[in-house]
C-alpha cells in the first residue's frame, strides 16, 4: 500500500505579493525551496491562516534571499499581500519509505527568512506564540486567545 504524506511545509510564511495576471503557481525564495526540500513545478498546498483559504498549485523558484512568497493567477482572489499561509507539499510513500521518512518543517520570521528546519510535523518553536497538540496532550492549560502553561 502506499501513503500521502507530509513531505514538507513552510510555516507561517509572509505573501510578499500577489499577481492575477500572472499565470498561475506560487514564487518561492530559492533559499526558502531549498530548505523545505521543494523543487520548481512540484505541487504544493497553501492554507491561507487569515481567511482560511485552502488551494493547490506548483512552485516558481523566486529570486535567492529575497523573501519572495507571490501567490500569482487565480489564487491572488483568495490570498494577499500581508497574509499568513502555510505552504505544504506531500510525498506518495510506501509503508517501507514512510517508517523512515522524516519532513522537513520550515519556519521563518517575518522577512520569510529561515529560523528553524525540523521534523517534527506538530512542533512549535519557543517563543513563538503557537500551541502544539502534544501541549494538550501533556495536560496544558491553554485561554482562549491562545496562551498555554504547560502542566505541573
Known sequence: MFRTMMKSKIHRATVTHADLH????????????????LLEGEQVA????????????????????????????AAAHLVHPGDLVILIAYGVMSEEEVRDYDPRVVFVDADNKQVEVGSDPAHAPEGSGLVTPRMLADGA????????????
Open 22 to 37: 500572472y499565470v498561475g503557481s506560487v514564487t518561492v525564495d530559492q533559499d526558502l525551496m531549498e530548505a523545505a526540500d
Open 46 to 73: 497553501i492554507v491561507d491562516i487569515d481567511n482560511g483559504a485552502r488551494l493547490e498549485t506548483y512552485v516558481i523558484a523566486g529570486e535567492r534571499g529575497s523573501g519572495v512568497i507571490g501567490i500569482n493567477g
Open 141 to 152: 492549560v491553554c485561554t482562549p486567545d491562545g496562551v498555554c502553561s504547560p502542566a505541573v
